[in-house]
Structure formats: C-alpha cells, structure tokens
C-alpha cells in the first residue's frame, strides 16, 4: 500500500502559474513512475506528465508540453508539477498516481495508487 497526496492547487488567472506537490509514503523502485493527471469537469482522466525513478527521464502529454514541467524534489521527498502559461482548458482536478509498470505510460489504468486530488481553476 501506498498513500499519495497532492498539494498546490488553487485559482489563477489566464497565463498564470501554479505549482502542486505530490508526496508518497514511498518512492521506490518498485513503484518506478509518478504521473500527474487531471480530470476536467465532463471528461475522462488523462495523464499530462510522469517521472521515471529509473532514470529521471519525463514525458508529457502534447497538451501541456513547453508549459508544465515534471520534476522530483529530493530535499522534500516530494514529486513537483510546475504550470506555466495556464490557460482556461487546463481547469480540472489534478491527480497524482504512482505506478508499478515498466513502460513509462501516461494511461491512467497503468497506475496503481491515486491521491484524493487538487483543484486547478484557470478563469479570468
């Protein structure tokens, strides 16, 4: 069992940024991947960014590409999204999961524990 949560979300302004935190009782190995994901009111889940344990490496969804930024903080143990640019689409409840699958996948299925999430409001 691991428990995750997320922390940072809030209102902003279009062409804002924001900043969410993702902790777990455990990063290892054997959970090798953290993924963000965000579910807009109406719409399905989809993954926006993950960060491999095994090498560091990222990928991101092409919506958020150039504008958000995965990145893990060892000094706080924490698994960071930092937005940039937010535009109104972006609004959603952001989710962080951690995964045990050895492909880096951003499909929410491959994930095995989810926080409760955090809501991003982008709106003038």
């Known amino acids: 069992q691991v428990h995750v949560a997320e922390s940072g979300g809030g209102s902003v302004q279009p062409g804002g940024s924001l900043r969410l935190s993702c902790e777990a009782s455990r990063f290892t190995l054997q959970y090798p991947h953290i993924g963000w994901f965000r579910q807009a009111p109406g719409q399905e889940r989809e993954g926006i960014a993950v960060?491999?344990?095994?090498?560091?490496?990222?990928t991101y969804a092409d919506s958020v590409k150039g504008r958000f930024t995965i990145s893990r903080d060892n000094s706080k143990n924490t698994v960071d999204l930092q937005m940039s640019s937010l535009r109104p689409e972006d609004t959603g409840v952001y989710y962080c999961?951690?995964?045990?699958?050895?492909?880096?996948?951003?499909?929410?299925?491959?994930?095995?524990?989810w926080g409760k999430g955090t809501r991003v409001t982008v709106s003038s």
């Open positions: 960060f491999s344990i095994y090498d560091g490496s990222t």
């Open positions: 999961a951690v995964g045990s699958s050895i492909a880096t996948t951003l499909i929410p299925t491959f994930m095995d524990y």
